[in-house]
């Protein structure tokens, strides 16, 4: 048995994982970072997930990431909406099977800054195409470039094809947690970036599932009773261009009609640097169906569902014909699974509040992502939202662990607050904030996250380019504008 003691253990790699584990590093602390699979990025890599969607705060790291890509020949670009399926434009052409989303070198990263304001009527495009642009990214290299800054600190270890198994818990403190390679790792602080809060769940602290009822949180949009439903799960696949057209066969076993719903779902169809197509039904399996089939079945369920999905796609919209799928994701894309009952759990009430309208005090990233539930009806009226808010510092810490942080889609939100505040940046914001306070508060000799000052974390994240506040500040502008350096 082997032991080893580190200022912070980052368990799960995905978005929060990495912004956790550079932001300590960075600022010194001694990281170890734990992943189950042999890729860093989790959900935005593996699973194919390869775009930042448009919103505000995505100015730390992931913008001295974006600037790494950008030197990288088609590594990333920035897109623009051009057809969709609601907006039935004849000069379009025939109406797109979804959202088609183009790379468009008259964008650049200040112009994926912004999603609120948007009108509610979807079939509404002007707005969308002049003010909603997101990153794609080949994800391979994505994963690649994520490992490399952290190796260039010096300061993080990387432990990749390891799992986190169990954890040894002394009265409010984490003292332990033991790895599937049997392993025993010690900290003195810890953060889980799991997604599923699994290092959470074990360590005791208060967790929910499932959609709250109303009466929990008073949210408008809640439904009266608790529900066990979750956001949908997609299994995405990739396009290229062919020089040889033709609707791609079916196995014969696989049924050419949908089968799980009355119509096959809508896709987002998103253009990578080299021309081929992610292609993201949305969703290709409801969450709820997930938890019950579990993973493994699941998987593959949804491995038949994109191939029918795929060749009803070349058989309606025959411009597809000039594409082979070349790729299916190894990681199903899982929106939602349980959540931490933090010290602030962030509701609708903030999101509809934005940031003229809370009173916290603490805010460590500002999101401004619509009431997004692919398929687990909340009821909302305008998932669209106003303005910014701003995420508090409580939603990452547990009321049960001092020395534990979460900081993936896990953290304290409603389920309502999750189906906006999820996106990956969001998340690697969410990292950066938790790693930035483990190495505060290791250099102050803390020993409980909640010790450390808001007002502190916040200095430091300002330093590092991290948006707190909106209107955007000039300096800050400045700054982004600068993507070339
Ligand atoms: C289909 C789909 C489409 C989406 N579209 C977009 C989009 O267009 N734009 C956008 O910004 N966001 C999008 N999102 C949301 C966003 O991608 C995710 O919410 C976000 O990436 C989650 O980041 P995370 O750090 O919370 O978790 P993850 O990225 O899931 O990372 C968790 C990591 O923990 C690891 N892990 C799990 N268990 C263990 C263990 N026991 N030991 C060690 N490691 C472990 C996993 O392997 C994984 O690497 C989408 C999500 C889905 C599912």
């Not at 490992?147 to 990749?160: D, I, N, P, Q, S």
């Not at 999750?418 to 930035?436: E, K």
Request: negative net charge.
């Amino acid at each position: 048995m082997f032991s080893s003691h580190f200022d912070l253990v980052v368990i799960g790699a995905g978005s929060g994982g990495f912004g956790a584990a550079l932001a300590a590093a960075r600022l010194g602390a001694e990281v170890l970072l734990v992943e189950k699979s042999d890729w860093l990025g989790g959900n935005a890599s593996r699973c194919g997930v390869n775009t930042w969607e448009m919103g505000v705060g995505g100015t730390g790291i992931p913008f001295d990431l974006y600037k790494r890509l950008k030197k990288i020949p088609q590594a990333l670009g920035v897109y623009s909406l051009r057809r969709h399926i609601c907006w039935d434009d004849p000069a379009d052409g025939p109406v797109f099977p979804g959202a088609e989303i183009l790379i468009d070198h008259t964008k650049r990263y200040l112009d994926t800054l912004r999603q609120f304001g948007a009108p509610e009527n979807y079939s509404e495009k002007v707005f969308r195409q002049t003010h909603w642009h997101g990153v794609p990214f080949e994800p391979e290299i994505y994963s690649a470039e994520m490992e490399a800054m952290l190796a260039e600190t010096g300061h993080c270890t990387v432990w990749k094809n390891t799992a986190f198994t169990s954890v040894e818990v002394e009265g409010s403190q984490l003292r332990s947690l033991s790895l599937d390679n049997g392993q025993t790792v010690t900290a003195d602080f810890y953060v889980d970036s799991t997604a599923d809060i699994l290092v959470a769940q074990k360590a005791g602290c208060a967790t929910s599932l499932g959609q709250e009822p109303r009466a929990l949180y008073d949210e408008p949009s809640a439904p009266r009773e608790p529900t066990d439903q979750l956001n949908g799960a997609t299994l995405i696949y990739r396009v290229s261009p062919t020089n040889d057209p033709g609707i791609e066969p079916l196995a014969a076993d696989i049924p050419t009609e949908c089968w799980w719903a009355d119509r096959f779902p809508v896709a987002s169809c998103n253009q990578y640097p080299d021309g081929g197509f992610n292609i993201n039904s949305l969703p290709t399996i409801a969450g709820r169906e997930v938890a019950e089939l579990g993973y493994k079945a699941a998987y593959a369920e949804c491995e038949r569902r994109i191939r029918a999905h795929w060749h009803h796609t070349q058989s309606v919209f025959p411009e597809f014909q000039n594409f082979r799928m070349t790729w299916i994701a190894p990681g199903l894309g899982v929106r939602a699974g349980p959540r931490l009952v933090g010290q602030y759990v962030l509701t609708e009430h903030d999101l509809d509040a934005g940031l003229t309208g809370q009173t916290h005090d603490d805010f460590i990233t500002i999101s401004d992502h619509s009431k997004d539930t692919h398929g687990a009806d909340t009821g909302a009226q305008d998932p669209n939202l106003k303005q910014p808010y701003g995420v508090p510092y409580r939603s990452l810490l547990p009321s049960e662990i001092d020395n534990l942080a979460v900081a993936c889609r896990g953290a304290g939100f409603s389920t309502i607050g999750a189906s906006s505040c999820r996106l990956s940046r969001t998340m690697m914001q969410l990292g950066q904030a938790a790693g930035t306070a483990a190495a505060l508060a290791k250099q102050k000799q803390l020993t409980s996250f909640s010790d450390l000052p808001a007002s502190d974390l916040q200095a430091s994240l300002t330093e590092q380019h991290v948006e707190l506040t909106w209107p955007r500040s000039t300096e800050l502008i400045a700054y982004l504008q600068n993507e070339d350096d």
